[in-house]
């Protein structure tokens, strides 16, 4: 692997351009330098003599294709062809730049376990510390993924999300035969959630989930439905008592939202309780750490309707209800800012590609591009504007790379990265 990831040494670069050149070509040796530290695990699955292309100048050309704009293997190719001289110095390039075909079956083969490990390497060096913050969990399937031909179902995975920090934290398959309740506990072990605060959907709201959430000394909100209908009818019918009664004699905690946005109302009220004002409430041993029940009324007024809509939880926090409203309401984070961008600007559901290990590892290339964008906040455009700025500015790529590779970022006034 040592020598698929040699390096060209920026002494030897064309530099024909003066100071400013020369500048550039430092800036993104180093930030190559970088990218061939985080991914040197991963093993080049070729062999020895179909080696025509460096697995380090497949790696960088297709990390920053996706960056650009890039939705799958022609796009890869297109963007090496049009930034070949740039590429030329700080990538070997021994044959030019590769075809479609070769992007497509080294991804194919690259185990996605190793790629996995290396970008979890890679989000520990671009998150701070943990404490307070609110991670979010939740699923999505890769709607394009699919294989009618193989009987090969489409890709869901989940994936933990930075809602302060607008980092994908981490990512597992779910298997087949299998659901979210297995790949969170297995999710949750790949990352430090020391101090967090997570919140998963009905889905993940499991005893075991709940007592390996305290185990690794955070705490936890989880969204209470009909999959636990006992649980879920005695804490319906005990908030609706209670609200009818006005909450006389229970200690309460209450908080209140109103927000306007895209031609709509919306209403949020919670009220907080501690488990012991409900009395006997069913089985509660088996939720660890569990202090806290919660009601959440949405009453969303659209220009042609209002809709209503009571949410219960369970939460090993302390009552109170601002906190407690505020991290339900960051939840749909992970669906807005990550799903969604995922969906609308990487065009992530259209994607067909599908065969072999190829759909989990572009999946990681999108999330390590999502990651980057989001790190450069210099550009205060939306993130489609930063992605097409990135393809057609290799000064602005370097701006980017630079926030999220190494660890001395650019001067905002250096001449390279002039926003």
């Known amino acids: 692997m040592s020598q698929g990831f040699e390096m060209k040494s920026a002494d030897a670069t064309k530099n024909s351009g003066g100071n400013r050149q020369a500048k550039q070509v430092a800036d993104i040796g180093s930030i190559q330098q970088s990218l061939v530290e985080h991914f040197s695990d991963i093993k080049d699955p070729r062999v020895e003599r179909t080696k025509k292309h460096q697995l380090t100048d497949i790696l960088v050309i297709a990390i920053l294709a996706v960056i650009a704009g890039a939705q799958g293997w022609e ?21 030019g730049i590769p075809s479609d075909d070769t992007f497509r079956r080294v991804f194919e083969f690259i185990n996605p376990e190793a790629l996995n490990r290396c970008f979890l390497s ?4 671009l998150v701070t510390k943990m404490g307070g913050e609110i991670i979010p969990i939740d699923g999505k399937t890769i709607r394009g993924s699919y294989d009618r031909n193989q009987g090969k179902s489409a890709l869901h995975v989940i994936s933990a999300w930075s809602s ?14 299998s659901n979210e309740i297995t790949a ?23 005893t075991e989930i709940a007592k390996k959430i305290i185990d690794k000394k955070a705490d936890y909100i989880l969204a209470l439905k009909a999959n636990h209908p006992t649980l879920c009818s005695q804490v319906s019918e005990w908030f609706e008592t209670a609200l009818a009664d006005n909450f006389q004699g229970i200690d309460v905690s209450y908080d209140n939202r109103i927000e306007k946005g895209h031609h709509r109302r ?34 969303r007024h659209l220009w042609n309707k209002t809709t209503r809509e009571v949410q219960f939880y369970l ?11 505020r991290a339900i309401r960051k939840h749909w984070g992970i669906e807005n800012e990550a799903h969604w961008t995922l969906d609308c600007t990487f065009a992530e559901d259209a994607c067909r590609i599908r065969s072999f290990h190829s759909p989990r590892n572009f999946a990681l ?22 992605m097409k700025r990135t393809a057609m500015d290799n000064n602005y790529m370097i701006r980017v790379l630079s926030c999220c590779f190494i660890n001395n970022t650019l001067d905002s006034s250096d001449s390279l990265c002039q926003a």
Not at 315 to 325: E, F, M, R, V, W
């Open 122 to 125: 890679w989000v520990e060096t």
């Open 164 to 177: 302060e920090q607008h980092l994908v934290l981490a990512q597992m398959k779910v298997e087949d035969k």
């Open 365 to 386: 290339l999108r999330r390590i591009a999502l990651n980057a964008l989001n790190c450069e906040q210099s550009y205060k455009r939306s993130l489609r504007q930063k």
């Open 266 to 299: 919306e209403i949020r009220e919670v009220w907080t309780v501690p488990i012991a004002a409900i009395g006997e409430l069913y089985q509660p041993k088996l939720w660890t750490g569990l202090r806290t029940l919660v009601m959440v009324v949405r009453v």
């Open 184 to 206: 969170i506990p297995a999710l949750l072990e790949l990352i430090d959630i020391t101090g967090a605060i997570i919140t998963i959907d009905a889905m993940g709201t499991q």
């Open 315 to 325: 939460t090993s926090l302390t009552s109170d209800a601002q906190l407690i409203g």
């Open 75 to 95: 796009d890869i190719e297109n963007y090496g062809i049009s930034k070949q001289q740039w590429l030329e110095e700080f990538l070997v390039l021994p044959n």
